[in-house]
C-alpha cells in the first residue's frame, strides 16, 4: 500500500471540499447581503444620477444624504417612526404583565377548573390569526377605535403561545423555593416578582424579542385599522409612500426610507446577536 | 500488529485564548507496543491518554514525531485508512439502527474488491455478535439493551471488520460496579480469543491492572513508567506512580534517611542501606505492615475495620499527614480497646522517594 | 377557599383579551360564514346557509389566489428546505468566519419585509428609465429582458418564490444548524473510523439524526407559506388582485377590507377555506411522519 498518495490524496481532496463549502457559503452570504446593499446604495444616489442611469452603477462617487432628508420631511416618515415605537413598547408592556399573570396562576396557583383552562388555552394556539381577524376588524371598527392606538394595541397584546413558554419555564423553579417563600410570609404577587421573574428571566426576554420584532414589522392589521396617515406604523407608511410616496417615483428618496426603516431592528440584532438567535430559536416562526 | 510511537507530542491551542502559550496534551511519547498485547493506558483525567489513543487512531494528528503500524508510517494516515476498531467511551451506537445494523456498519463501508458479499456480510456480523454473546438480540434497538449489552454491540462493531489494532475508550466508565467486573473479564476474552493489539485508556488503576499486559502510566502528557501491572506495583518509579496504583492507596510519611536508616518521627523503622542522607518521602504500602509486640513503627489506634478475610486498622502517626490504613491478617488484628499498636514493616513494601523530586531512591 | 379566586384573577386580563379578540371571533366568524346577503352597514342578513362558500369557491380571483398560493407552497417549502440544510451543514463544518456567516444569514430575520421587498421591486421591475439591475445581468448572458413586477406570470411567480425564499431560509438555517450541532460528534468520529463515504454519512447517520426538525420545519414551513400575503404586497402593491399575484389571505384582507371590501361572510367563509386545508395538510404531514419507517 502506498501510504503518502492515500495521504496527499486525502489532503487534496479535503482542501477541495473546504473550498467548495466556503465558496457555497459565500455565495449565499452574497445573495442575502446584496438587497441590503442596493438598498443603501441607492439611498445615497441623487434623484437625478438615478435616473440618468439606465445602466445602474455599482457604486456612486457622489453620495447625497438629500434623500433621507426628504424623506423626513416630504413624507411623515418621522411620525410612521414614532407611531411604530409607541406601539411597539405600549404592546410589548402590556403583553408582558398579561402573559406573565397568567403563566403564573397555570403554574404555581392553585384553583378549581384549572386543568380545563390549561387545555382551552393550549388549544387556542391552534388558530391562526387571519380567522379571528375579520371579527376582530368588525369589533373594533363598532367600538369606534379605528385610527387609534388602543385599535392597534388591543387585539395584539396577547399570546397564547408566550404564555405557553413561560409557564412551562415557570414550572421547572423547584417548589421548594415557594414553599420557603410562603414560610417566610412572602405573598404570591411578591413572590413572582421576587423570585420567578428573575430566575426566568431569559425567557421573558426572549418573548420580549420575538414580540418586538413581530410589533415593528406588523403590516395586516395596522393596514386594516388604520386609514389616517397620522397612525400608519412604518410598514403602512412604506407601502404608503411607494403608492402616492413624494408626488413623483423618487426611488433613491424610498430607498432611504427603507434604510432607516430597517436600521433600529438591525442595529438591536447586531447589539444582542446571542440573545436574539437563541430566543428565536426556541420560539420563533415567521408567517 | 506491533505500533511504534516515537517522539509523539501533541500541542493544542489554548483555550483561554489571553495565554499564548499552547497546551501540551502529549509531551514526547516513546513506546513499543507489541504485538497481540493489551495495553492499559492510564492516568487521571486531563493526563492526555484520551488524546493519545485519538493519535493512535488517526483522529488528531501529532504535532510532532512519528506512528508506526508494523513497518508502515501511519502518522498522517486519515483514519479510514488506518484499520483500526474503536469503542467509544459513549459507545456512539446509531439509534436509529438495530443491533445487526450497527454491526454491519462498517462492512458496508467497504468498496470495490474488498467489500464482502451480502451473505459475507452477514456471517461476518452473526460472528462478531457471538464472539461478544450478543447473537439473540440482533434485531434490537440500542435504547432497548443495558450498557453492558450496549458495550458489547460496539466491540462487536468495531471487531466484524478485522481491525489491525483495537481501541478503547474508557470502556468501562458508563457501567455499574458489578457489570464493570464481568465486563472487563470479558474484554480480556475477547482479545485473547482475537490476539488482536488492544489498547484501552481508563482512569480506573484497578481496572488497568487487572487485565493490562502491560500499563503505561501518564501524568500531565508525560510517560511516568511503562512496566506489568506486577511490575509497576511493587517498583514504581516515582512517588506519583505509587500513589496513583492499589486500593487502599499507599501510605506516604514524611520521613529522613540518617546513616543507613529509615527514620519516621524519631523512630528508626527500617535500615536503608547504600542511600546517602537526606530528607524523604517514606510509601508504606497497606499490606507492608505487620503487627508486632516489637516492631519499630508505633501508631495511635483510631479503628479496626473487619472484612471478613483481612482487617483494615486505620491509625494515626506523627510523620504522616493523613490517617494511616494497614491491611492485616485477620488473626493477627489488635483488639480494638488499645489504643497503640506496634508494626514491623516488610522492606519490600516500602518504598523511598527523594523530597524534592519525587523521584525514586534506590541503592 | 381564598386561593381559588386568586388564580382566577391573575389568570383574568388574559382571559378578557383572549375572549375578547380570540374565542368570541372565533364563534363569530362560523356564524358569518353561514349568513347569506349580510349588509355590514344595516348588519342584516336574508338567511342562513352554505352560498357564501359557494360564491367564493366560484369567484375567480379566489381561484387564482388559491392556485398562487399553492404554487408558491410547492416551489418554495422544499426548495428553501434543501438549501437551508446545504447551507446549514456547509456551516457547521467549517470553523473561520462561522459566526460572521450565521450573522449575516439571519439578517433577513430581522428586518421589515415590506421594506425589503421595495428592494427586490427595484431590483427585478422594468421601468422607462432602466431595465432593472437582474434584467441587465440576463442581458449580460445574452437573454431577453423580462418585467419580473408587471410582466408574465411566471416571471412574476419566479420573483415571488425567490423572495419567499429569501425571507424564510434564516428561521430554517438557525433551527438545522442548531439541530446538527447537537448531533454527538462520537457519531461522526465512529463512522470515519469506519471509513464510512460522506455520502453514507449524511443519509445513514445526520438525516435520520435531524428528521424531527425536517419535518418541523416542512410543516411550518407550509403553514407559513399557505398564509403568505405582506411579502406579495411588498413586491406588486396593495392591489394584488389587479397584479394577479393575490394569496388567500389575501383575498380575505381584500374581502374584508379596501376598494373590493365589505363583505365580512365572504372573508370568513375564505379564511374559514384556508383553515381547512392548512389544517388538512398538517394533519397529512403529521400521518406521514409517523407512518415512515424507522429505519
Request: overall charge positive; charged content about 20%; glycine content about 6%.
Amino acid at each position: 500500500m502506498d501510504y503518502s498518495k492515500i495521504e496527499s490524496q486525502a489532503k487534496r481532496k479535503q482542501r477541495a471540499e473546504k473550498t467548495v463549502v466556503y465558496l457555497l457559503l459565500t455565495l449565499w452570504a452574497v445573495l442575502v447581503l446584496f438587497p441590503f446593499y442596493w438598498m443603501v446604495l441607492t439611498s445615497i444616489k441623487s434623484y437625478s444620477s438615478y435616473n440618468s442611469e439606465y445602466v445602474p452603477t455599482f457604486f456612486t462617487l457622489h453620495p447625497t444624504f438629500q434623500n433621507y432628508v426628504d424623506a423626513f420631511t416630504a413624507v411623515s416618515l418621522g411620525r410612521y417612526f414614532l407611531n411604530t415605537l409607541v406601539f411597539t413598547l405600549v404592546t410589548t408592556a402590556i403583553m408582558l404583565v398579561v402573559v406573565t399573570l397568567a403563566a403564573f396562576a397555570f403554574a404555581r396557583l392553585e384553583f378549581r377548573g384549572k386543568q380545563l383552562m390549561i387545555t382551552l388555552f393550549l388549544s387556542l394556539m391552534m388558530i391562526p390569526n387571519e380567522l379571528v381577524v375579520i371579527t376582530n376588524f368588525v369589533t373594533i371598527t363598532n367600538w369606534g377605535l379605528r385610527n387609534t392606538f388602543a385599535g392597534l394595541i388591543l387585539p395584539s397584546v396577547t399570546s397564547v403561545f408566550y404564555i405557553y413558554l413561560l409557564k412551562e419555564n415557570f414550572e421547572q423553579v423547584p417548589d421548594e423555593l415557594y414553599k420557603a417563600a410562603k414560610v417566610d410570609g412572602t405573598s404570591d404577587f411578591k413572590y413572582l416578582r421576587r423570585v420567578m421573574m428573575p430566575i426566568c428571566r431569559p425567557t421573558l426576554i426572549t418573548i420580549t424579542i420575538l414580540n418586538v420584532i413581530e410589533c415593528w414589522n406588523a403590516y395586516v392589521w395596522p393596514r386594516l385599522i388604520t386609514d389616517d396617515a397620522r397612525y400608519f406604523l412604518v410598514s403602512n407608511g412604506i407601502q404608503e409612500i411607494r403608492e402616492n410616496g413624494f408626488g413623483r417615483e423618487n426611488i433613491p428618496a424610498m430607498m432611504a426610507a427603507v434604510v432607516v426603516i430597517s436600521l433600529p431592528l438591525i442595529v438591536l440584532f447586531l447589539i444582542f446577536r446571542n440573545k436574539v438567535m437563541a430566543g428565536v430559536a426556541r420560539g420563533g416562526t415567521k408567517g | 500488529m506491533k505500533i511504534v510511537l516515537e517522539h509523539l507530542t501533541k500541542r493544542f491551542p489554548n483555550r483561554n485564548k489571553k495565554v499564548r502559550e499552547d497546551v501540551i496534551a502529549v509531551n514526547d511519547f516513546s513506546f513499543e507496543i507489541p504485538d497481540g498485547q493489551l495495553i492499559g493506558l492510564l492516568g487521571p483525567s486531563g493526563c492526555g491518554k484520551s488524546t493519545t489513543l485519538n493519535l493512535i487512531c488517526g483522529l488528531e494528528t501529532p504535532s510532532s514525531g512519528k506512528i508506526y503500524f508494523g513497518q508502515d508510517d501511519v502518522t498522517n494516515l486519515p483514519p479510514e485508512n488506518r484499520g483500526v476498531g474503536f469503542v467509544f467511551q459513549n459507545y456512539a451506537l446509531y439509534p436509529h439502527l438495530t443491533v445487526l445494523e450497527n454491526i454491519l456498519f462498517p462492512l458496508q463501508n467497504l468498496k470495490g474488491q474488498n467489500r464482502p458479499s451480502k451473505e459475507d456480510m452477514l456471517r461476518r456480523a452473526t460472528e462478531a455478535a457471538k464472539l461478544v454473546r450478543i447473537d439473540s438480540l440482533l434485531e434490537r434497538r440500542p435504547s432497548e439493551l443495558s450498557g453492558g449489552q450496549q458495550q458489547r454491540v460496539a466491540i462487536a462493531r468495531a471487531l466484524v471488520k478485522m481491525p489491525r489494532v483495537l481501541l478503547l475508550d474508557e470502556p468501562l466508565s458508563n457501567l455499574d460496579a458489578r457489570l464493570r467486573l464481568q465486563t472487563r473479564e470479558e474484554i480480556r476474552r475477547i482479545q485473547r480469543e482475537t490476539k488482536i493489539t488492544t489498547v484501552f485508556v481508563t482512569h480506573d488503576q484497578e481496572e488497568a491492572m487487572s487485565i493490562s499486559d502491560l500499563i503505561v502510566v501518564m501524568k500531565d502528557g508525560v510517560v511516568q513508567q511503562i512496566g506489568k501491572p506486577q511490575d509497576v506495583y511493587d517498583d514504581p518509579v516515582n512517588l506519583f506512580v505509587s500513589k496513583f496504583l492499589g486500593t487502599p492507596p499507599i501510605n506516604v510519611f514524611a520521613g529522613r534517611v540518617r546513616g543507613g536508616q529509615l527514620l519516621l518521627g524519631d523512630d528508626a523503622v527500617l535500615p536503608a542501606p547504600g542511600i546517602p542522607d537526606q530528607e524523604v518521602w517514606a510509601g508504606i504500602r497497606p499490606e507492608g505492615f505487620v503487627p508486632d509486640a516489637n516492631g519499630a513503627l508505633q501508631c495511635d489506634l483510631i479503628q479496626v475495620e473487619v472484612m471478613g478475610r483481612d482487617t483494615s486498622v486505620v491509625c494515626r502517626h506523627g510523620a504522616c499527614e493523613q490517617a494511616i490504613r494497614a491491611i492485616v491478617a485477620s488473626e493477627a488484628r489488635p483488639n480494638a480497646g488499645e489504643t497503640k499498636v506496634r508494626f514491623a514493616l516488610k522492606p519490600n513494601k516500602v518504598h523511598l522517594f527523594a523530597k524534592a523530586t519525587e523521584a525514586r531512591l534506590s541503592a | 377557599m381564598k386561593r381559588n379566586w386568586k388564580g382566577w384573577l391573575y389568570l383574568l386580563p388574559a382571559m378578557l383579551f383572549l375572549g375578547f379578540f380570540m374565542v368570541y371571533p372565533l364563534i363569530d366568524v362560523l356564524i358569518y360564514s353561514f349568513e347569506e346577503g349580510y349588509n355590514s352597514a344595516s348588519q342584516t342578513y336574508f338567511g342562513v346557509g352554505l352560498y357564501n362558500y359557494s360564491y367564493v369557491l366560484h369567484d375567480p380571483y379566489f381561484l387564482q389566489a388559491v392556485k398562487n398560493t399553492f404554487l408558491l407552497v410547492i416551489i418554495t417549502v422544499p426548495l428553501s428546505t434543501g438549501l437551508a440544510l446545504l447551507i446549514s451543514l456547509g456551516l457547521n463544518s467549517i470553523k473561520p468566519l462561522r459566526n460572521l456567516f450565521q450573522t449575516v444569514y439571519f439578517l433577513p430575520y430581522v428586518t421589515n419585509t415590506l421594506a425589503v421587498g421595495l428592494v427586490f421591486m427595484i431590483l427585478f421591475k422594468k421601468t422607462a428609465y432602466t431595465d432593472g439591475m437582474i434584467n441587465l445581468l440576463i442581458h449580460a448572458f445574452g437573454g431577453q429582458s423580462v418585467d419580473f413586477i408587471d410582466g408574465p406570470y411566471w416571471a412574476k411567480m419566479f420573483v415571488m418564490s425567490l423572495y419567499t425564499i429569501w425571507v424564510v431560509m434564516p428561521f430554517k438555517i438557525l433551527i438545522l444548524t442548531s439541530a446538527l450541532a447537537s448531533v454527538n460528534p462520537d457519531y461522526y468520529r465512529a463512522a470515519r473510523v469506519d471509513a464510512t463515504p460522506k455520502v453514507r454519512i449524511f443519509t445513514r447517520i445526520t438525516l435520520p439524526m435531524i428528521s424531527p426538525m425536517i419535518f418541523y420545519l416542512v410543516i411550518t414551513g407550509f403553514i407559513g407559506a399557505f398564509k403568505a400575503y405582506s411579502d406579495e404586497v411588498a413586491l406588486f402593491g396593495t392591489n394584488l388582485n389587479a397584479a394577479g399575484m393575490n394569496t388567500i389571505v389575501g383575498y380575505v384582507y381584500d374581502m374584508l377590507y379596501g376598494d373590493s371590501g365589505g363583505y365580512p361572510s365572504y372573508a370568513s367563509a375564505a379564511a374559514l377555506i384556508l383553515f381547512a386545508i392548512v389544517l388538512t395538510i398538517t394533519c397529512v404531514n403529521l400521518l406521514a411522519s409517523k407512518r415512515r419507517p424507522q429505519t
